[in-house]
């Protein structure tokens, strides 16, 4: 598999010391040597593509759309993709993430790729494979960034677990990195920070602004290193930017190799067999998957009905608007001794269900139930089980 970096609007691979400019075609002509279909992990980050750090119930990508989709439309925009971080504990509530595009971009640029036999199997956004390149962080916190001449692309996250996403564009672009890792805390000075560059020319120039290079725990990596080493990411991990079920499907994989067979018999004088061949495999591979896409699929259109179950509840005399902060509300404000495990609304009225650990009840979720207005809640066994209940205000 080759690891493949959309960086605005042009593409990074290991074996090009420049990047290439234009559309998937050129990256097509650039693995033209190679066998098809070509497995490809895309890092895909053009300049539409926006991470943003979000105060998030611990819940489902299905929840988290309905919560955030209000403020983040791209959420709940099939045509643009998105993701988001692991859901991680922040003082006394959880936060996470987002990476969105602002203009859909990503799904037509994987079938694209697909036509010119290049088989996108992950995407994944740059600050996520960025923070997978070292197989270990420290406790301590750690900075990780991508420096080009005129973009720099800064990840950071401290002993705290506080974390800061910065972008930088322009001529000042390494100058204001530079002056960003020289300003980090002196308490922090032993915290590494890993630069990975285009260019080895761009180490002097950070350094004729703030001489980072000699800071204690600072290492530079090239990017067309970087490209060849695994970082291995979980396919569960939730910042895949493709949806579960394939993209390319069967159909369009059968079309798309029409249209390359035609143009492969005309180029190489018609002979074509090998081709029929890679085509015929790539056909069945994917026909291969289609029990586990169904099964995907009617995963997803059952927490599609959940949330229109939940919007539908409302009522026509019940704006939409008033469930999202009831959401946000309930997630943000959980106690980190207590699960939330299931939320039903009936007209203005609702319940959720969960599980507290020894020693919670009463006093961790009475003061919970107060600050939502709910009811005092009642533990349904003694295993732990509650149940809060409360009214829609608004």
């Given at each position: 598999?080759?690891?493949?970096?959309?960086?605005?609007?042009?593409?990074?691979?290991?074996?090009?010391?420049?990047?290439?400019?234009?559309?998937?075609?050129?990256?097509?002509?650039?693995?033209?040597?190679?066998?098809?279909?070509?497995?490809?992990?895309?890092?895909?980050?053009?300049?539409?593509?926006?991470?943003?750090?979000?105060?998030?119930?611990?819940?489902?990508?299905?929840?988290?759309?309905?919560?955030?989709?209000?403020?983040?439309?791209?959420?709940?925009?099939?045509?643009?993709?998105?993701?988001h971080e692991p859901i991680l504990p922040f003082k006394e509530s959880f936060t996470t993430l987002?990476?969105?595009?602002?203009?859909?971009?990503?799904?037509?640029?994987?079938?694209?790729?697909?036509?010119?036999?290049?088989?996108?199997?992950?995407?994944?956004?740059?600050?996520?494979?960025?923070?997978?390149?070292?197989?270990?962080?420290?406790?301590?916190?750690?900075?990780?960034?991508?420096?080009?001449?005129?973009?720099?692309?800064?990840?950071?996250?401290?002993?705290?677990?506080?974390?800061?996403?910065?972008?930088?564009?322009?001529?000042?672009?390494?100058?204001?990195?530079?002056?960003?890792?020289?300003?980090?805390?002196?308490?922090?000075?032993?915290?590494?920070?890993?630069?990975?560059?285009?260019?080895?020319?761009?180490?002097?120039?950070?350094?004729?602004?703030?001489?980072?290079?000699?800071?204690?725990?600072?290492?530079?990596?090239?990017?067309?290193?970087?490209?060849?080493?695994?970082?291995?990411?979980?396919?569960?991990?939730?910042?895949?930017?493709?949806?579960?079920?394939?993209?390319?499907?069967?159909?369009?994989?059968?079309?798309?190799?029409?249209?390359?067979?035609?143009?492969?018999?005309?180029?190489?004088?018609?002979?074509?067999?090998?081709?029929?061949?890679?085509?015929?495999r790539f056909r069945v591979a994917e026909e291969t998957h289609a029990e586990e896409r169904a099964?995907?699929?009617?995963?997803?259109?059952?927490?599609?009905?959940?949330?229109?179950?939940?919007?539908?509840?409302?009522?026509?005399?019940?704006?939409?608007?008033?469930?999202?902060?009831?959401?946000?509300?309930?997630?943000?404000?959980?106690?980190?001794?207590?699960?939330?495990?299931?939320?039903?609304?009936?007209?203005?009225?609702?319940?959720?269900?969960?599980?507290?650990?020894?020693?919670?009840?009463?006093?961790?979720?009475?003061?919970?139930?107060?600050?939502?207005?709910?009811?005092?809640?009642?533990?349904?066994?003694?295993?732990?089980?509650?149940?809060?209940?409360?009214?829609?205000?608004?």
């Open positions: 598999m080759r690891t493949v970096l959309r960086w605005g609007n042009r593409w990074w691979t290991s074996g090009t010391a420049t990047p290439l400019e234009g559309g998937a075609d050129v990256l097509a002509a650039h693995f033209a040597e190679s066998p098809r279909p070509l497995k490809v992990r895309l890092i895909y980050q053009p300049g539409h593509l926006e991470t943003a750090l979000v105060s998030c119930p611990k819940a489902n990508r299905a929840t988290l759309a309905a919560v955030l989709g209000e403020e983040y439309p791209a959420l709940v925009d099939p045509a643009k993709a998105w993701s987002l990476h969105f595009e602002q203009q859909p971009e990503l799904f037509a640029l994987v079938s694209e790729l697909a036509t010119h036999g290049l088989q996108v199997e992950a995407a994944w956004p740059l600050m996520t494979w960025l923070d997978a390149l070292p197989t270990e962080w420290p406790g301590t916190g750690y900075t990780v960034a991508a420096v080009d001449l005129g973009c720099v692309f800064g990840y950071r996250r401290n002993a705290q677990g506080e974390q800061t996403v910065r972008i930088w564009t322009g001529d000042a672009a390494t100058a204001d990195f530079a002056k960003w890792v020289a300003a980090l805390p002196a308490t922090d000075v032993a915290e590494p920070v890993l630069m990975v560059g285009t260019s080895p020319e761009l180490l002097n120039l950070l350094d004729a602004h703030h001489p980072v290079t000699a800071r204690p725990g600072t290492d530079w990596l090239s990017l067309s290193e970087a490209l060849r080493m695994e970082a291995s990411i979980a396919r569960a991990h939730p910042a895949q930017l493709l949806p579960p079920t394939p993209f390319v499907t069967p159909n369009r994989v059968a079309m798309a190799a029409s249209v390359a067979l035609f143009g492969l018999t005309a180029w190489w004088g018609g002979s074509y067999g090998l081709q029929l061949v890679e085509v015929e099964k995907l699929v009617q995963a997803q259109a059952g927490e599609r009905a959940e949330i229109e179950k939940l919007r539908a509840a409302l009522g026509p005399e019940r704006p939409k608007r008033l469930l999202a902060p009831l959401l946000r509300s309930l997630g943000n404000s959980i106690p980190r001794d207590a699960v939330l495990g299931s939320f039903d609304l009936t007209g203005d009225a609702w319940s959720a269900r969960g599980f507290a650990a020894a020693g919670a009840f009463p006093p961790t979720l009475v003061t919970w139930a107060q600050a939502l207005g709910a009811e005092i809640p009642v533990p349904a066994s003694p295993n732990g089980a509650f149940v809060l209940k409360g009214t829609i205000r608004g």
